[in-house]
Antibody, heavy 119, light 106 residues
Framework: QVQLVQSGAEVKKPGASVKVSCKAS????????ISWVRQAPGQGLEWMGW????????NYAQKLQGRVTMNTDTSTSTAYMELRSLRSDDTAVYYC????????????WGQGTLVTVSS | DIQVTQSPSSVSASVGDRVTISCRAS??????LAWYQQKPGKAPNLLIY???SLQTGVPSRFSGSGSGTDFTLTISSLQPEDFATYYC????????FGQGTRLEIK
């Protein structure tokens, strides 16, 4: 069965960086894109961006441009999302999700990784 | 970015009721719309994609309709496990989500 398993919770200080991993199993990793979505405490869902596992192309949310990097390691079927220059409003649960074909719909989600930014 | 606005922001209903949730896009998005269900502390779950296609494994009491700018999610007969928050998502351009509709027990 399709599974996306994310790395554990992180606590970071303002200005630091965080890198969240997402290990995929149960499907051909290179055949699907990966998107990242975050959710601040008690708030709605925010799309952060997308990466094509096939060719590495990315599309990031304009508000995160310059601070976010998404990449993948096809040898381990793992996707990564790094966010730099962390601020308190980056505190959120970060989700990876598998993209359905050539769409922006996502059909499988990781369990989420809580990133807390606090001094 | 294309904005999507959900209504209502919350709704109270009873088991067995029929419930509809609406989503309006700020410009036409054809059928590039999905609906997700999220329960507390869990990742969202895809219910409907391409406005009206039921995701595999989702009960048939869930249905979606609409195209262009106006879309609807309908739950035909509420079950206890359906009380959750629902989000629409436009997938026409850079994806954006609605603000969510919280479905509560009356």
């Amino acid at each position: 069965q399709v599974q996306l398993v994310q790395s554990g919770a992180e606590v970071k200080k303002p200005g630091a960086s965080v890198k969240v991993s997402c290990k995929a199993s149960g499907y051909t990793f290179i055949s699907y894109g990966i998107s990242w979505v975050r959710q601040a405490p008690g708030q709605g869902l925010e799309w952060m961006g997308w990466i094509s596992v096939y060719n590495g192309n990315t599309n990031y949310a304009q508000k995160l441009q310059g601070r976010v990097t998404m990449n993948t390691d096809t040898s381990t079927s793992t996707a990564y999302m790094e966010l730099r220059s962390l601020r308190s409003d980056d505190t959120a649960v970060y989700y990876c999700a598998r993209v359905m074909g050539a769409t922006n719909f996502v059909d499988y989600w990781g369990q989420g990784t809580l990133v807390t930014v606090s001094s | 970015d294309i904005q999507v606005t959900q209504s209502p922001s919350s709704v109270s209903a009873s088991v067995g009721d029929r419930v509809t949730i609406s989503c309006r896009a700020s410009q036409g998005i054809s059928s590039w719309l999905a609906w997700y269900q999220q329960k507390p502390g869990k990742a969202p779950n895809l219910l409907i994609y391409a406005a009206s296609s039921l995701q595999t494994g989702v009960p048939s009491r869930f249905s979606g309709s609409g195209s262009g700018t106006d879309f609807t999610l309908t739950i035909s007969s509420l079950q206890p496990e359906d009380f959750a928050t629902y989000y629409c998502q436009q997938a026409n351009s850079f994806p954006t989500f609605g603000q969510g509709t919280r479905l509560e027990i009356k």
